[in-house]
């Protein structure tokens, strides 16, 4: 067990959060999580979009719990000269900075990367954008459809013939925030260890997704070719497939490792299958995966899907149910883990949250507070900043805060 006198693993490590959405705030949320002090910057108003997304509970969303824990609120009108100042003098004691808007839209508020890196030549600085801070398409506006569009991503998702369709989430956002966090922890190291000065990390929505793609460029550039939709099998690897179940739910069923072919070929009753020296590799398999494919779902539509599992299970094949959110709810193995963290919100609504990742041995992350209501931080930010009782009132008064 980590000591609980040790410190997080970024304590000390000071960030201000100008985005907003999903993006830069998933980054800061990552940050934040490990122990970084993340100070969100909101609009006057409504604050960040996101907390009227989905589903609400007394005006707030549920997803804000998530992407807002361990943060602090202000609210910072950026278009008046006092609150860039104000955002300014945060900046510039801050190691790192996050924004997710649209290429230019800092530097029309006096907040650009040369006007930060002047006073705070230590800076680093998270760029999240549809398709980055250079190239033809950067003045262009995209959110995470787009890239993942653009990243190939939404090609080869679906069934084959049919429309292409998204991931149930936003995932081009996520792995933008991602490589925006990796990107932080290099810059971070490099300053430290290297004695490195502040720099610029720019992430393109299109350029994360991209990054996932395995060998989708190599073999079109090798071999002229274009990935296909392949609905729920695995392209180029058998069988690897999602096959129903006579109470009329899928499994899935991975037995593209050699032995393991052998194994579940056993455990469905085929061992002519599992002795054919045609089937032995992966390369063989590929050829004659429809037939494979019809021998494992012929087997599967015959038994429950608890029984599948437990054959599966005997045999050391992998093989898996699809969760809903009721079935991670109600998992014995994410509870185990730590991964349905509960929280009691603002508004005192006891919620099951996602919990830490990733999990690290000595210093954990941990949610330490709970999202802030829109503003509730500025006073004492402010405070922090050397701003007087005074000075926060005519501020306030000037609609600034």
Request: aromatic share 6%.
């Amino acid at each position: 067990m980590p000591d609980a006198a040790t410190p997080l693993p970024l304590a000390g490590v000071k960030v201000v959060e100008l985005g907003q959405l999903i993006a830069g705030p998933f980054a800061g949320k990552t940050l934040a999580d490990f122990g970084a002090e993340v100070v969100k910057i909101e609009p006057p108003g409504e604050g960040d979009p996101l907390r009227k997304w989905r589903l609400l509970y007394e005006g707030t969303s549920v997803w804000w719990q998530v992407q807002s824990r361990n943060k602090e609120s202000i609210v910072l009108d950026l278009r008046q000269p006092k609150g860039q100042e104000i955002a300014r003098q945060l900046i510039r004691g801050a190691d790192v900075v996050i924004e997710n808007f649209r290429p230019g839209t800092m530097e029309g508020w006096g907040l650009g990367w040369e006007e930060l890196s002047a006073i705070n030549p230590g800076l680093v600085m998270l760029r999240i954008s549809g398709y980055g801070q250079t190239g033809p398409y950067r003045n262009l506006p995209g959110f995470g459809v787009i890239g993942e569009a653009m990243g190939g991503l939404r090609y080869i998702t679906g069934e084959p013939g049919r429309v292409p369709v998204r991931v149930g989430v936003s995932i081009g956002d996520s792995l933008a925030s991602l490589h925006g966090v990796i990107g932080i922890l290099m810059a971070l190291y490099h300053r430290k260890v290297n004695g490195g000065k502040g720099q610029v990390i720019d992430i393109a929505l299109y350029e994360a997704v991209f990054n996932m793609m395995e060998s989708l460029l190599p073999e079109y550039d090798a071999f002229g070719v274009v990935r296909e939709r392949t609905g729920s099998a695995l392209p180029g690897i058998a069988p690897t497939n999602a096959y129903r179940t006579s109470d009329g739910q899928y499994v899935l069923v991975a037995g593209n490792g050699d032995s393991i072919f052998k194994r579940l070929m056993g455990a469905i009753g085929r061992p002519d299958l599992a002795g054919d020296p045609e089937l032995a590799s992966n390369e063989g398999r590929v050829k004659r995966v429809e037939e494979l494919d019809r021998a494992i779902g012929a087997w599967t539509a015959e038994r429950s899907i608890d029984e599948v599992l437990a054959a599966m299970t005997a045999a050391k094949v992998p093989a898996g149910r699809i969760y809903s959110a009721k079935d991670i709810a109600e998992d014995p193995h994410y509870a185990a883990r730590g991964m349905l963290a509960e929280v009691t919100t603002r508004e005192g609504m006891t919620l099951k949250t996602p919990g830490i990742v990733p999990k690290l041995s000595e210093t954990p992350g941990s949610i330490r507070t709970t999202a802030p209501r829109l503003g509730e931080d500025t006073e004492t930010v402010l405070a922090r900043l050397g701003y007087t009782a005074e000075q926060i009132s005519a501020l306030r008064a000037e609609k600034v805060i």
